[in-house]
């Protein structure tokens, strides 16, 4: 099985959230056979989102119908991999609320991480 299938877009964590954490949680609807948090490049800091692998690409939809929250943050969830390959959720800072919201959904080439032509 390519393992792409399973793969499922975890966005709004707290960055206190690892991967373990990510792991223990959605463990709890079948194996995960890796989570990722995203960090960033030179600093190393977290960026507020990460992947989940399931095992069996079939339990997606029934994690997809539940609410998340994983240390205190409610999450949001996408399936990673489409038949318009990933997409990459962008995140605009809103000083007003005090978190990031999320702004636009893009469709990524994933060879060259750079958003596809419509």
Known sequence: ????????????ISWDTTEDKLKEHFGNYDDVLSTSVMREK????PRGF?????????ILDRVME?????????????????ECGYYVMHWIASPKFGTN?????????DALLQPKSR
Do not use: E
């Open 66 to 82: 539940d609410k998340h929250v994983i240390d205190g943050r409610t999450c949001n969830r996408q399936k990673g991999i489409t």
């Open 42 to 45: 030179n600093t190393g800091k």
């Open 101 to 109: 919201l999320p702004c636009t959904m893009l469709p990524v080439d």
């Open 50 to 58: 990460g992947f989940v692998v399931f095992a069996d690409p079939n």
């Open 1 to 12: 099985m390519d393992s792409d299938q399973g793969k499922l877009f975890i966005g709004g």
